[in-house]
T-cell receptor, first 109, second 113 residues
Framework: GQNIDQPTEMTATEGAIVQINCTYQ??????LFWYQQHAGEAPTFLSY??LDGLEEKGRFSSFLSRSKGYSYLLLKELQMKDSASYLC??????????WGAGTKLIIKP | DVKVTQSSRYLVKRTGEKVFLECVQD?????MFWYRQDPGLGLRLIYF???????EKGDIPEGYSVSREKKERFSLILESASTNQTSMYLC????????????FGPGTRLTVL
C-alpha cells in the first residue's frame, strides 16, 4: 500500500526554527509537494522537490532524500501567521498525489 | 490571479437528498479533481478528469458521480446523501499531470443530517 507519515501536531515559539518531517512509501515517485493550509481555507502551494537536496525559498526550505523516502520542511524566523497545517504529498507512478494527513503547527508567542 | 471557485462554502442536506457541488476554474486547466478532507486523514481523491467529458475514479468513488461538460466546470454529485458523506469537499485543478501542482478552491463543508 501507499503511505505518507507526518507528525500530527507540533508546537514552536515565535522567532524560532521548526522542521516538519515526512516519510513516504509509494508506488513510484515523481516528486513531492508541500502545501500550507490555514484553518477553514484551501491548501496553497509551498514547494516542490523532485531531485535530492535542499530547495530554499525565503523563510521556507524543503529537503528531499529519495533513497530514504524522506523529506522535511524547514521554517525559519517563525511568525504567528505560520500557524497552519502543513501537508506533504507525493506524486506516484500514475502522477496522482498521495497526501499525508498533515501536521498542525502551533506557534506560541 | 488564478482562481478556483466552489458554489457553496457551507451546505446542510438531509439523508437521501441529491446534492450537487460545483467547481469552476479560470486558468484553462486540463485536469480537475474532487477530494474530501476529514480530520486525521489525508486528502482522499474521489474523482478526477483530465479532459472534457472524461472522468476517472479515484480512491473513494462509491456514492459519488461527476460531470464535466465544459473545460472550466467540474461537478460532484451525491446521488443519495448519507451521514457518512459529511465532510469538507475540495476541488482542485492543474495544467499538467507530469508536474501536478494543484490549485484549490475554498472548499465546501457539507453536513448531512
Amino acid at each position: 500500500g501507499q503511505n505518507i507519515d507526518q507528525p500530527t501536531e507540533m508546537t514552536a515559539t515565535e522567532g524560532a526554527i521548526v522542521q516538519i518531517n515526512c516519510t513516504y512509501q509509494t508506488s513510484g515517485f515523481n516528486g513531492l509537494f508541500w502545501y500550507q493550509q490555514h484553518a477553514g481555507e484551501a491548501p496553497t502551494f509551498l514547494s516542490y522537490n523532485v531531485l535530492d537536496g535542499l530547495e530554499e525559498k525565503g523563510r521556507f526550505s524543503s529537503f528531499l532524500s529519495r533513497s530514504k523516502g524522506y523529506s522535511y520542511l524547514l521554517l525559519k524566523e517563525l511568525q504567528m501567521k505560520d500557524s497552519a497545517s502543513y501537508l506533504c504529498a507525493v506524486v506516484d507512478s500514475n502522477y496522482q498525489l498521495i497526501w499525508g494527513a498533515g501536521t498542525k503547527l502551533i506557534i506560541k508567542p | 490571479d488564478v482562481k478556483v471557485t466552489q458554489s457553496s462554502r457551507y451546505l446542510v442536506k438531509r439523508t437521501g437528498e441529491k446534492v450537487f457541488l460545483e467547481c469552476v476554474q479560470d486558468m484553462d486547466h486540463e485536469n480537475m479533481f474532487w477530494y474530501r478532507q476529514d480530520p486525521g486523514l489525508g486528502l482522499r481523491l474521489i474523482y478526477f478528469s483530465y479532459d472534457v467529458k472524461m472522468k476517472e475514479k479515484g480512491d473513494i468513488p462509491e456514492g459519488y458521480s461527476v460531470s464535466r461538460e465544459k473545460k472550466e466546470r467540474f461537478s460532484l454529485i451525491l446521488e443519495s446523501a448519507s451521514t457518512n458523506q459529511t465532510s469538507m469537499y475540495l476541488c482542485a485543478s492543474s495544467s499538467r499531470l507530469d508536474y501536478n501542482e494543484q490549485f484549490f478552491g475554498p472548499g465546501t463543508r457539507l453536513t448531512v443530517l
